[in-house]
């Protein structure tokens, strides 16, 4: 078993930025795929980033394509979301997930663990 928390969210102007973090209880999370998902209000969650299963990929929603980047330092059981150039539709809780096993990655079914969620709100 393996809890994550997120933080890092917070209220940032158009273009801005900011960097999510996930930490991980476990010291064994190197065998975890990661991966972001986000929820907006009245909408249901959604893909944004993952790493793939034992593959090294990584993996990104169109919509952020270009702007976020995933990453992760298993020495620190940390995962990372760095998100540039954000936009006003980027504003949503977003969490961070865990998966034991292969699956699709930007399926929600595929992840063991979730985060509580970290709120980002992007003013225009």
């Known amino acids: 078993q393996v809890q994550v928390v997120e933080s890092g969210g917070g209220l940032v102007q158009a273009g801005g930025s900011l960097r999510l973090s996930c930490a991980a209880s476990?010291?064994?999370?190197?065998?975890?795929?990661m991966g972001w998902f986000r929820q907006a209000p009245g909408k249901e969650r959604e893909f944004v980033a993952a790493?793939?299963?034992?593959?090294?990929?990584?993996y990104y929603a169109d919509s952020v394509k270009g702007r976020f980047t995933i990453s992760r330092d298993n020495a620190k059981n940390t995962g990372y979301l760095q998100m540039n150039t954000l936009k006003p539709e980027d504003t949503a809780v977003y969490y961070c997930?865990?998966?034991?096993?292969?699956?699709?990655?930007?399926?929600?079914?595929?992840?063991?663990?979730w985060g509580q969620g970290t709120q980002v709100t992007v003013s225009s």
């Open positions: 997930a865990a998966r034991v096993s292969g699956g699709y990655y930007s399926s929600r079914s595929s992840y063991d663990y």
């Open positions: 476990s010291r064994t999370f190197s065998r975890y795929a």
């Open positions: 790493f793939g299963w034992n593959n090294g990929m990584t």
